[in-house]
């Protein structure tokens, strides 16, 4: 199914790559036709940042170095803490060397392979037979939810729902070491793969499934719970690896999950309107731009079969799956005070496990339908079936649901599965044509939300070009007008438009005094998009200057820039290219400069976030630094003397080299992101970097010439790979020397009914 839906992309006649989108989004690639996918139309956001996140890292590896920090957003933010980026990915393997187009589409269907490879293996591990294994295969795999997030993060853990649950499964058969490290590996690879969140709630629903049935089972319960505690401990012992730069970057940034402006239940659907947007995504199988459509849908036979699953082995981890999704629903939005708690209908997370459960009950069913040639249950499917054809008709054409689509597919499957049921009397024939039917409909899901696109691969364009050419460092803007965040970083561009989940709080802070108001998280990725009926803002083109922006990208068809123009008409036209208009700044600072005098204040974000706006112009030669006193270095006083610029000698994606000569002492600020985790050396020597003008890196040189070398090298990281390593030799530990260590008294034996 897979071969056929998605072969044009895997032989390199077409692209389903996020890359083929760019045409249409870019301001940059004046499209001449078209984008056919509704689901590209909706979201540029994924297909975006996940490949140009995958060409920096493979970009670090190849230069010897670990892949942690991007230094092309923003004033540089952390790669790997980001969560979503996914470096470790096993099946990146695929995409060696960075390349884009064929090993891209390789790389996204293969997570669908996954996806059903284990789906079936674990239809097989609950007593499924064949056919209803291949079933619930093919409505996991198939489902809604990946169709709809098929470019996204989440996916990658995701597809790794029924593996979870397989390892599950076999610890609570055989409590022992072996298989409960087997189930804590397999959580930690599930939190390496992709989303934290996607991570966190699959391997939601594979503990509570193990939990349910330890209660179920009193005799061994005992030895099942010490089971979960020796996997929970090694899910997170082996995850640190990442789990410690995220938990780092959690702590010094903000995001989304922490706005408050998102946790207004206002601006949210309440748990009843919830439910209802839950029922829609079961019928929906069409994908529409405008709509919360099918992200929970798995087929309408498998819908109609999952009420005949309630007597199989597989009800257990459905209702587990269904328990942790209505819980996570009912801790709704406000939940967006908890990290890691972002559930609702139309997230990429919720409605994965909801498919699970409706394929796995889907494939209980069928195999009641395969052992009984007629009967009360087959009756019951079919009237099933023709309720759901009537029920998603009369959706269609109610009001308040009108533009969820067409549901022709979904009629058509109905139509033929009740006749099947009705007219067809030999049970593997039945089973086969349900299989069939299934097979058919979602792969028409698929092909709709996931076309042949034009192949493509990030071409350059006259601007890009441009700027490639142009001595570094320099940063660009535009907001979203023409570099799409992250396709900048495919060219190696240093943009200070920034998007991901988390921002530094200090990047989040100056880009608050930078436009004259608090910025929301969530909408740092548009920064110069006035919001409905506000007044130009109060930009600041000091602070701007300060930023090392040399080039502007006014796009006014895509973003308006109404309030920045004013400035813009006295900056040169370097070149135009369609509807893009490319300035260049006379009046940038260089991006390392040495100041002479400073105004001192107490670390902290929020006063020296009012300090920098208050009076943006002083900054220009003045420095603002943030000691832990308030106070300047012992012997030191300031200087009325100008900046001076200081030489880049070397500015690598983890390490920068500035050259500086003092007739005095001054203060060496490099316009670099100030982050945890970089280091400083004077002249070989170890140096402390001070937070200087909120965001930007401030290090104290006196009279003379010096160098000084800014490293890369956090905490996080090197603690997390130990504590991980540590606990892998910990695991292999288990697998080898005590694969036959049970925890509690002898193992009775045990039933799998």
């Known amino acids: 199914m897979l071969g056929v839906v998605?072969?044009?992309?895997?032989?390199?006649?077409?692209?389903?790559?996020?890359?083929?989108?760019?045409?249409?989004?870019?301001?940059?690639?004046?499209?001449?036709?078209?984008?056919?996918?509704?689901?590209?139309?909706?979201?540029?956001?994924?297909?975006?940042?996940?490949?140009?996140?995958?060409?920096?890292?493979?970009?670090?590896?190849?230069?010897?170095?670990?892949?942690?920090?991007?230094?092309?957003?923003?004033?540089?933010?952390?790669?790997?803490?980001?969560?979503?980026?996914?470096?470790?990915?096993?099946?990146?393997?695929?995409?060696?060397?960075?390349?884009?187009?064929?090993?891209?589409?390789?790389?996204?269907?293969?997570?669908?392979?996954?996806?059903?490879?284990?789906?079936?293996?674990?239809?097989?591990?609950?007593?499924?037979?064949?056919?209803?294994?291949?079933?619930?295969?093919?409505?996991?795999?198939?489902?809604?939810?990946?169709?709809?997030?098929?470019?996204?993060?989440?996916?990658?853990?995701?597809?790794?729902?029924?593996?979870?649950?397989?390892?599950?499964?076999?610890?609570?058969?055989?409590?022992?070491?072996?298989?409960?490290?087997?189930?804590?590996?397999?959580?930690?690879?599930?939190?390496?793969?992709?989303?934290?969140?996607?991570?966190?709630?699959?391997?939601?629903?594979?503990?509570?499934?193990?939990?349910?049935?330890?209660?179920?089972?009193?005799?061994?319960?005992?030895?099942v719970w010490a089971c979960l505690g020796v996997t929970c401990l090694l899910a997170i012992g082996l995850s640190c690896v990442t789990l410690l730069p995220f938990l780092e970057l959690v702590h010094n940034g903000n995001g989304y999950m922490f706005d408050p402006q998102q946790a207004n239940p206002a601006r949210w659907y309440g748990f009843r309107a919830k439910l209802a947007l839950v029922g829609l995504h079961l019928l929906s199988p069409t994908a529409r731009p405008d709509a919360f459509t099918f992200n929970a849908f798995a087929g309408i036979v498998p819908l109609g079969l999952a009420p005949l699953g309630w007597r199989s082995r597989a009800l257990r981890p459905a209702l587990s799956l269904v328990a942790v999704s209505v819980t996570l629903l009912i801790l709704g939005y406000p939940g967006r005070y908890v990290p890691l708690v972002t559930p609702a209908p139309d997230a990429g997370y919720v409605p994965a496990l909801i498919a699970m459960a409706v394929a796995l009950l889907a494939g209980g069913g069928l195999q009641r339908l395969e052992s009984k040639p007629w009967g009360r249950e087959v009756i019951l499917a079919g009237i099933g079936a023709g309720t759901l054809t009537l029920a998603s008709g009369w959706l269609a054409h109610t009001a308040a649901v009108r533009h969820l689509g067409d549901f022709r597919a979904a009629a058509a499957a109905a139509l033929i599965a009740t006749l099947t049921l009705l007219l067809v009397r030999a049970p593997r024939a039945r089973a086969l044509t349900m299989l069939g039917v299934t097979a058919l409909e979602l792969g028409w899901c698929l092909h709709t939300a996931n076309p042949p696109q034009p192949p493509f691969a990030y071409p350059s364009t006259p601007i890009l070009r441009y700027l490639a050419d142009q001595p570094r460092p320099f940063r660009v803007t535009g907001g979203l007008s023409a570099l799409l965040p992250n396709t900048n970083v495919v060219y190696g561009i240093d943009s200070l438009d920034a998007e991901d989940a988390f921002h530094s709080g200090r990047y989040a802070a100056f880009m608050s005094a930078l436009l004259g108001k608090s910025v929301p998280a969530s909408n740092l990725f548009a920064l110069y998009v006035p919001t409905p009926g506000e007044r130009p803002l109060p930009f600041s083109a000091p602070l701007l200057d300060l930023a090392n922006v040399r080039y502007v990208l006014d796009a006014p068809d895509r973003y308006h820039l109404d309030h920045l123009r004013p400035w813009l008409t006295h900056d040169p036209v370097v070149m135009r290219q369609g509807s893009v208009t490319l300035y260049r700044n006379p009046d940038v600072m260089p991006r390392a400069f040495v100041a002479y005098s400073a105004d001192y204040t107490l670390q902290g974000v929020v006063g020296a976030e009012r300090r920098l706006a208050a009076t943006p112009s002083r900054w220009l030669d003045h420095a603002l630094i943030e000691t832990p006193g308030g106070l300047a270095p012992r012997g030191y006083a300031n200087t009325a003397a100008p900046i001076t610029p200081a030489r880049v000698i070397r500015h690598g994606t983890q390490s920068v080299s500035v050259e500086a000569t003092l007739p005095r002492p001054g203060w060496l600020i490099l316009t670099d992101a100030f982050y945890p985790g970089w280091q400083a050396r004077v002249d070989g020597a170890p140096a402390t970097i001070y937070p200087a003008d909120v965001a930007f890196r401030g290090v104290y040189l006196p009279a003379g010439r010096h160098r000084v070398d800014f490293r890369y090298a956090p905490r996080s990281f090197r603690l997390g790979l130990w504590v991980s390593l540590a606990f892998a030799a910990f695991a292999a530990l288990l697998l080898v020397r005590l694969d036959r260590v049970r925890f509690g008294l002898p193992l009775a034996p045990t039933s799998r009914g």
């Open 6 to 223: 998605f072969g044009p992309g895997l032989v390199g006649t077409a692209g389903i790559d996020g890359a083929s989108l760019l045409p249409y989004e870019d301001a940059l690639y004046q499209p001449k036709v078209p984008c056919t996918s509704p689901i590209l139309n909706q979201d540029t956001t994924p297909e975006t940042y996940n490949q140009p996140w995958d060409t920096l890292a493979w970009r670090e590896i190849s230069a010897g170095e670990w892949p942690l920090w991007d230094p092309n957003n923003g004033f540089g933010m952390p790669l790997l803490g980001s969560g979503q980026s996914a470096p470790f990915n096993p099946l990146k393997l695929l995409l060696a060397g960075g390349a884009v187009g064929v090993p891209e589409a390789w790389f996204l269907v293969s997570r669908l392979a996954v996806a059903g490879i284990g789906a079936l293996l674990l239809a097989r591990a609950l007593g499924l037979g064949a056919i209803a294994s291949t079933l619930v295969a093919v409505a996991f795999m198939g489902n809604g939810n990946f169709a709809y997030h098929f470019h996204y993060s989440d996916v990658h853990a995701l597809v790794m729902l029924p593996w979870l649950l397989l390892a599950g499964e076999r610890m609570l058969d055989v409590p022992n070491a072996r298989n409960a490290t087997i189930f804590g590996a397999t959580i930690a690879l599930t939190g390496a793969l992709g989303h934290p969140e996607a991570a966190l709630y699959a391997a939601a629903g594979a503990v509570v499934s193990v939990a349910f049935g330890a209660i179920a089972r009193r005799r061994q319960g005992s030895r």
